[in-house]
């Protein structure tokens, strides 16, 4: 018999492998046309450069969705994580798109500039869901599991009564200091 908890696994499981295969082909496709996109401006007497070239964008994407993934087993929301990941997808959606050239003189077809926004598209949007997943399975664990409690606050951070009005304290320094045992 399959209980709710076994399904559970298996349709991540399964969703993982299938998002792990979309961003893995969406940051290959994606990698590969910013490295052409290199070659042709200006990079093209240097294969590692040009190569290298796509890494100083996509470093961003896998550092910002890493840390990302930190943050929602942990139970936050790292919005310089979120930023850095959104400006590194957008910037290779952008610089994909931008990179199109025709194959064939004359305009360029609509579809070419499709073609290339779809991986990095694809990449960023797979991840997403991945992210919602985790921060739902974090945030509702499954009924055989002990929920996760955020740190309470303590004594210290509860709001007491409010303070009596007096005297402001004297926060000068005390020039007679009191005499200490000799």
Do not use: C, K
Request: hydrophobic content about 45%; overall charge negative; aromatic content about 6%.
């Amino acid at each position: 018999m399959l209980t709710e908890e076994t399904a559970d696994r298996y349709a991540l499981t399964a969703a993982v492998m299938v998002i792990a295969v979309l961003t893995g082909s969406g940051f290959w496709l994606s990698y590969a046309h910013l490295a052409e996109v290199a070659a042709r401006h200006g990079l093209d007497s240097s294969p590692i450069r040009q190569w290298a070239w796509p890494a100083t964008l996509d470093a961003f994407i896998v550092a910002g969705e890493l840390l990302m993934f930190r943050a929602g087993l942990r139970r936050r929301t790292d919005w310089w994580a979120i930023g850095v990941t959104a400006t590194g997808s957008i910037g290779s959606i952008a610089l994909n798109v931008l990179g199109v050239s025709g194959a064939t003189p004359g305009p360029v077809p609509h579809l070419d500039y499709v073609v290339a926004a779809v991986p990095p598209t694809a990449s960023m949007l797979a991840f997403g869901v991945l992210m919602r997943q985790i921060h739902q399975r974090v945030a509702r664990p499954l009924p055989n599991e002990e929920p996760v409690r955020a740190s309470e606050p303590g004594p210290e951070a509860e709001p007491g009564p409010a303070p009596e009005p007096g005297p402001a304290p004297d926060h000068r320094p005390n020039p007679d200091p009191e005499p200490g045992p000799e």
